[in-house]
């Protein structure tokens, strides 16, 4: 039965839209391609739309339609379309991704720093004798620690703290957009970053030497395909929008232009804003704190086109700085929503005895307690290990935002597939299909090339250039859940004796 008669009402047109966005957009993104890529990063940024976001949601929205009485969420489109196995690893690998976000907990300190001293001083940080990579690493674990706390506490007491982050992503909004565009008009509509248009090189290499030649150019897609990520979630409502049919994919076709065009005009801003080589061209710039040396420039020079004297623009930079990093700190009230959330979609729906019952006992708040303590071990874990490594502090966030990006982008290659296994099987009913079945099956192929060849060359481009560490540490969270996920299932195919009834094969509907 269709929801929107169950529930008695649907989902607008303009409603969905506002779905995809607050899922898929985020300023951050922009200002993380200009840091690494400078105006070059519009090129992939179109590229990633035209090749990747728009197919891939079209692919979602087809998948969730099809699965919707499905409790499993994407657990059961892979294993609806593929296999049971092929669908725990997927799904495992998708929920590693979010585990290995929490890898970068550290750069809390970033923020702390920047709210207390106006400025990034996380490089100077020592305690009982530590390095400040392994300073940091402590700080990223007390925080996490307390934050899976309190998600242990339950949803009643954390859930409207949520509507806060809201306010103060809105706020930031605000300050960094509006300033931009207040300093390209009082500096006369001048460009702080200059841009040679003669130059078909300017299309695709930044300013940024790590991202100067062609292998790691190739390397940031994953950085661009990140950006456009988190359309699977989204399109889990596709069933509840009003006359699916004519609104999904013009809402789809809507939301590409509107975030692709924000996308660009904030790397745009960031052009009036800052000059890269005087922005970012210095030591101890990095993953983690390249957005303190934007707000510093931006706010700088806009108030010296203000009329205020050097000391008093630098200090304008500062405060600005502490204000943005004190919302930030204040949007983390979010934290345990964002502990609870991949933990839910894991375990919800997966057929009994595939992974540990203690791992779905529920406490007396209604929280899953022990996966939740699981999971801050592992994230503890980690952190020390890379905070004890041995890396500076630059080298350990820029590792970390790595990790963290191609963890986020492995999974998508499987549900990818997922789709072209469910576009040949005749016997799985569709609700309705965006693409015809050859034109699907053309799509999903050229998506899943671009997202997988991508994922596989961020991989392996650090070892091609003698790196063997870091293409150990991006490998490691989607080849570590997938083993895991291996194991599980194996121990599930043991607990079986009748073999016969796991589903090796795609289930017909």
């Keep these: ?57 079209f692919i979602v929205a087809e998948m969730s339609s099809a699965f919707k009485d499905r409790k499993g969420g994407i657990y059961s489109w892979m294993a609806e379309s593929v296999s049971e196995k092929f669908g725990l690893v997927g799904t495992l690998i998708w929920y590693g991704a979010f585990v290995v976000m929490w890898f970068s907990a550290s750069t809390i300190c970033v923020s702390l720093s920047v709210a207390l001293f106006g400025k990034d001083t996380t490089s100077t940080w020592h305690i009982f004798g530590l390095s400040s990579a392994q300073t940091l690493a402590i700080i990223g674990v007390i925080y996490i620690v307390i934050a899976s706390f309190l998600t242990t506490r339950g949803l009643k007491s954390i859930s409207f703290l949520s509507n806060i982050s809201m306010l103060t992503i809105i706020i930031i909004h605000i300050i960094i957009i509006g300033g931009g565009i207040i300093l390209f008009v009082k500096s006369g509509f001048k460009f702080a970053e200059s ?55 013009k809402a789809i076709i809507v939301s590409t232009v509107i975030i692709t065009a924000l996308y660009i005009l904030v790397i745009l801003i960031l052009g009036v804003v800052c000059n890269w080589s005087d922005t970012f061209g210095k030591s101890g710039v990095n993953l983690a704190n390249y957005s303190v040396y934007i707000y510093q420039q931006e706010f700088y020079r806009l108030g010296t086109v203000l009329g205020l004297s050097q000391s008093s623009s630098i200090a304008l930079g500062e405060w600005v700085n502490r204000i943005i990093r004190i919302l930030t700190l204040i949007g983390l ?142 490998a490691l969270g989607p080849v570590l859940f997938g083993v895991l996920a291996l194991i599980l299932y194996k121990k599930y195919e043991k607990s079986h004796e009748n073999i016969g009834d796991l589903k090796h094969s795609p289930v017909n509907s």
């Excluded at 290499?205 to 150019?217: E, H, I, R, T, V």
């Design 1 to 57: 039965m269709n929801k929107e008669k169950e529930n008695g009402y649907s989902i607008s047109f303009w409603g969905f839209i506002t779905i995809i966005f607050l899922t898929v957009y985020a300023i951050a993104n922009s200002e993380q391609v200009y840091y690494q890529m400078g105006y070059a990063s519009i090129t992939y940024i179109l590229i990633a739309a035209a090749l990747f976001f728009v197919p891939y949601s």
């Design 333 to 474: 009230t979010s934290v345990p929503i964002r502990i609870y959330t991949p933990i839910k979609h894991m375990f919800e729906g997966l057929p009994e005895g595939m992974i540990p019952k203690s791992l779905q006992k529920l406490n007396k708040n209604n929280m899953p307690a022990n996966a939740i303590l699981f999971q801050t071990c592992i994230i503890v874990f980690f952190i020390m290990l890379l905070g004890f490594g041995g890396d500076s502090v630059s080298a350990l966030f820029d590792k970390m935002t790595l990790m963290t990006f191609v963890s986020g982008t492995v999974p998508i290659s499987f549900i990818i597939y997922a789709y072209i296994k469910f576009k040949l099987n005749d016997n799985i009913k569709k609700d309705y299909e965006f693409f015809s079945k050859k034109g699907g099956i053309i799509w999903g192929s050229i998506c899943f090339a671009v997202v997988t060849f991508t994922n596989i060359f961020s991989i392996i481009e650090p070892a091609l250039n003698g790196n063997l560490d870091d293409t150990f540490w991006v």
């Design 195 to 249: 841009f040679d248009y003669t130059k078909v090189s300017s299309y695709f290499y930044g300013p940024n030497k790590d991202y100067a030649s062609f292998l790691p150019a190739l390397s940031f897609m994953v950085f661009s395909i990140f950006t456009f990520a988190g359309m699977e979630t989204s399109c889990g409502l596709v069933d509840q929008v009003k006359d699916a049919k004519k609104n999904v994919p």
